[in-house]
T-cell receptor, first 114, second 111 residues
Framework: DSGVTQTPKHLITATGQRVTLRCSPR?????VYWYQQSLDQGLQFLIQ???????AKGNILERFSAQQFPDLHSELNLSSLELGDSALYFC?????????????FGEGSRLTVL | QKEVEQDPGPLSVPEGAIVSLNCTYS??????FMWYRQYSRKGPELLMY????GNKEDGRFTAQVDKSSKYISLFIRDSQPSDSATYLC???????????FGKGTLLTVNP
């Protein structure tokens, strides 16, 4: 158990809909990362937050947005969903400062768009 | 050219074999190099990391980095069925630890 909690584990929805994925980082970790994993693209970095502020942005679509709340949990919002958005979405956390670079991953949220 | 290239396999070996997994990368700015292991239906977990060229050993695992060739490897000695998983190389730069992952190599070790 990495200590990172993601909900929901599975989600099935229709095209055009909006979903919210939630992540609780490990206790004490200030940095949260979101990754998307699909068979053809592998694990793709979406966005990073550190202590409530956006720190780095990757290949995140404009239809997607994220935020990190004062209690450090994070949410990834996916809107106007398309079939191609079906994937595993992982949240990871780290201490960032003085870190070896280890990211602790949750078990992921599997999104299926029909 | 993708920033990180990794042969997806799959790779199937008998128990006790030596396994070699490899990645190449294109960005000279990359500073740290990691291998993650991902079991089916689980999130990736860090296996090994290194910041410099050369070898780093941890038990049955050896990570090798050649910055001049932009090539990293993971060797698994005396492979066990419990090593069956997807192995992802991850490479990063800067203080944010924004990692770029390879697509992963699926390894099966047969008893």
């Amino acid at each position: 158990d990495s200590g990172v909690t993601q909900t929901p584990k599975h989600l099935i929805t229709a095209t055009g809909q909006r979903v919210t994925l939630r992540c609780s980082p490990r206790s004490g970790d200030l940095s949260v990362y979101w990754y998307q994993q699909s068979l053809d693209q592998g694990l793709q970095f979406l966005i990073q937050y550190y202590n409530g502020e956006e720190r780095a942005k990757g290949n995140i679509l404009e239809r997607f947005s994220a935020q990190q709340f004062p209690d450090l949990h994070s949410e990834l919002n996916l809107s106007s969903l398309e079939l191609g958005d079906s994937a595993l979405y992982f949240c990871a956390s780290s201490v960032l400062q003085g870190n070896t670079g280890e990211l602790f991953f949750g078990e992921g949220s599997r999104l299926t768009v029909l | 050219q993708k920033e990180v290239e990794q042969d997806p396999g799959p790779l199937s070996v008998p128990e006790g074999a030596i396994v070699s997994l490899n990645c190449t990368y294109s960005n000279s700015a990359f500073q740290y190099f990691m291998w993650y292991r991902q079991y089916s239906r689980k999130g990736p977990e860090l296996l090994m990391y290194t910041y410099s060229s050369g070898n780093k050993e941890d038990g049955r695992f050896t990570a090798q980095v050649d910055k001049s060739s932009k090539y990293i490897s993971l060797f698994i000695r005396d492979s066990q069925p419990s090593d069956s998983a997807t192995y992802l190389c991850a490479i990063g730069e800067g203080s944010n630890y924004k990692l770029t992952f390879g697509k992963g190599t699926l390894l099966t070790v047969n008893p």
